[in-house]
């Protein structure tokens, strides 16, 4: 990454008054440890371009007063600041001693007052030289050095990190440097083995983004690590996006544990899967089946097969169905918290007989009587609709679910309250209460039905320079689930 290279001794002797002009000329004695610039480069990177050799100084001291220089305040602005360069080095010729690199190259460039504490250290002035490579400098420096001038302001050194892969949004000014920018990203960061860039064109049944390799292995399966669950998928065949998880935390702690969740475009199971973590019980569903594939693995992954049932078909479908789905075939009743292992065998050993010839089956009886008392789960508390390109339209498939049961009645008695709907969508209107009104009003359109009560939006992410993304939130009105 970088050498050190001893060089002659200075002569450290006391310096005249400095002029103005004198002064000026002092400031330009400081380090420039910027890369080498190699604005020819657009196709291939060539790592070896990238070397320098940066003159300083160093103070040779005994190495008990090593300790002084670095404490001393008169010292602060004239130490080596330069990032992953240390400070102090052994002195080559003289184990007794110690270098105590400076950030200037020429004793001119030190101030009096520093001149006068080395001198009081009996320290000698040494010159040495940095050896930098391309380790040395950062995926920034190496980009700023390579891109064209006007390229510089915003250089897209910024990524999303899924797993081992990094995929990025390159503008079409930057797609002739996009092998350099993918390799100068995957060697600057050693977690990641595959760099993608995502294209403008979506896959229009599924909506997940098509994407080409940029630099690393055509690994796109990822395994990926999201409020403490793992999630595992192929980046290139289901949506995944890693900017949304505040909002996946959010949504989950509105869920009591006691809640069914229907989860209608559940993708690989970023809200589904922690919810259920949680002690909801969800139906998690999705379209594309990759995806379905994928939710059912990290369903088992997580362990939580027992409170998620995972299906593959058209939304309208499912919102149709789950409630008949969650009243024919319940889940069963929350019974607390998950015990941890550690806590299992201290129950069992609690509530193990002193003297059995035979083990108590601890756990079954502490269920049991958690159980008691308590119906199991037959109604949806929370709709999940994370498809905001296209969510809203799926609204109208919320008329009449109640009503198309053989056991109407029976189903407005057992539910009391209205499930919550959570629906994501775009919208171009910038002004917080212009959005809410054009979100409102297409979502009423939908329902065919005014929303009542019970009614919040929340701003997730700002897409595009017109386009945001939201979050509304509703009661279900009794009226439209009810409808004939």
């Known amino acids: 990454m970088l050498g050190l290279q001893s060089c002659s001794s200075l002569t450290l002797r006391k310096r005249p008054r ?6 000026i000329m002092a400031c330009t004695l400081t380090l420039n440890a910027s890369p080498p610039v190699h604005r020819w480069m657009n196709t ?11 003159p300083v100084l160093a103070a040779r001291v005994p190495a008990t007063k090593t300790g002084s220089l670095l404490k001393s305040d008169v010292m602060k602005k004239s130490l080596m600041d330069l990032p992953k360069v240390r400070s102090v080095l052994r002195d080559p010729h003289d184990d007794l001693a110690r270098l105590v690199l400076l950030n200037v ?26 050896n930098l490579t391309y380790d040395y400098w950062t995926a920034d420096e190496i980009l700023h050095s390579i891109l064209p001038e006007e390229l510089c302001v915003g250089s897209p050194s910024g990524f999303a990190i899924t797993g081992h892969l990094a995929h990025m949004n390159l503008n079409k000014e930057y797609l002739p440097y996009k092998h350099i920018i993918g390799q100068i990203v995957l060697d600057k960061n050693p977690m990641i083995k595959t760099v993608v ?5 979506i896959d229009t049944k599924y909506r997940f983004f098509k994407m080409e390799l940029l630099a690393g292995e055509p690994n796109y399966v990822v395994e990926h690590h999201e409020s403490n669950c793992r999630f595992t998928f192929d980046f290139t065949q289901v949506y995944w996006n890693s900017r949304l998880h505040t909002e996946h935390d959010r949504l989950v702690q509105l869920f009591e544990p006691t809640d069914v969740i229907a989860d209608v475009f559940a993708g690989v199971g970023p809200f ?8 909801c019980a969800v139906f998690a569903n999705d379209l594309n089946p990759e995806s379905a594939r994928y939710l059912t693995k990290n369903i088992v992954d997580n362990k939580v097969a027992s409170l998620v049932r995972a299906s593959c078909e058209d ?19 929350y019974t607390g918290p998950k015990l941890s292992k550690m806590q299992e065998k201290e129950e069992k050993r609690r509530l193990q007989p002193a003297k059995s010839s035979s083990p108590t089956p601890a756990l079954a009886s502490i269920n049991q009587s958690n159980m008691k008392n308590q119906s199991p789960r037959q109604t949806i508390s929370h709709f999940v609709m994370n498809l905001p390109d296209s969510a809203i339209d799926f609204l109208d498939s919320f008329r009449g679910i109640l009503s198309e049961s053989t056991s109407e009645r029976h189903l407005s008695g057992i539910y009391a309250n209205m499930p919550m709907v959570h629906c994501h969508c775009f919208t171009r209107e910038l002004q917080p209460d212009r959005a809410e009104a054009d979100i409102r009003q297409r979502v009423e359109s939908k329902l065919g039905h005014k929303l009542d009560a019970e009614v ?4 997730v992410r700002s897409v595009a320079p017109n386009k945001d993304m939201y979050c509304i939130s509703f009661r279900l009105p009794r009226d439209v689930a009810f409808a004939r």
């Open 456 to 459: 919040t939006l929340h701003m």
């Open 105 to 130: 190259s020429e004793d001119a460039a030190l101030s009096p007052e520093a001149r006068n504490f080395l001198q009081e250290q009996s320290a000698t002035l040494v010159s040495h030289n940095l």
């Open 315 to 333: 939304g309208r479908d499912f919102i149709k169905r789950v409630v008949a789905r969650a009243r024919d075939h319940p889940f069963p009743a």
């Open 44 to 54: 291939t990177l060539e790592r070896d371009a990238f070397k320098k050799t940066v």
């Open 272 to 279: 589904a899967i922690p919810a259920a973590k949680k002690g």
């Open 197 to 201: 860039n995502k294209l403008d064109s």
């Open 18 to 23: 400095l002029s103005f002009l004198s002064k």
